[in-house]
């Protein structure tokens, strides 16, 4: 964890530094203040919150994977679109809890696992549709 903190610290300063921009800068993409992005910076903030860390990367288009040190790839995940804070913060969360659950009573992990499954599953058949009816619609717009 300690390595970890180091490394969100120097890239997020090398990050900020390549790109020009002072903390306040950063601050002000990130929706935060410069003393936060300087205490991370500087190491000064060990338990950094992951909504924070979210907000930072994708201020700085990077994923959180890189600024954790967990890959040398600074690219975002999936598409290169920056991922909602939120969205990333809630899965942060939820992957937290799973382990909580899974240290105390793994067959009530496996047992959620499978709820996640299954809802993992229903978005993608929501999107898929909505997919489909927007691309229904261009097309007749189209004709």
Do not use: C
């Not at 921009?21 to 300087?38: D, F, N």
């Not at 994977?65 to 939120?86: K, W």
């Amino acid at each position: 964890m300690v390595d970890e903190i180091r490394i969100i610290g120097a890239r997020v300063r090398a990050l900020r530094e390549h790109r020009g921009w002072t903390q306040g800068q950063l601050a002000y993409k990130a929706h935060t203040v410069a003393a936060q992005i300087s205490r991370i910076e500087h190491n000064e903030r060990p338990g950094a919150q992951a909504r924070l860390v979210a907000q930072i990367a994708a201020a700085l288009d990077v994923s959180m994977d890189y600024l954790m040190g967990r890959t040398n790839d600074p690219q975002m995940a999936g598409d290169g679109e920056i991922i909602n804070p939120e969205i990333v913060t809630t899965a942060l969360e939820v992957q937290r809890i799973w382990r909580e659950v899974d240290a105390v009573d793994p067959e009530a992990a496996q047992r959620l696992m499978g709820i996640a499954v299954t809802q993992a599953e229903a978005f993608r058949v929501a999107v898929n549709a909505a997919r489909e009816r927007m691309e229904r619609r261009e097309k007749q717009e189209q004709e």
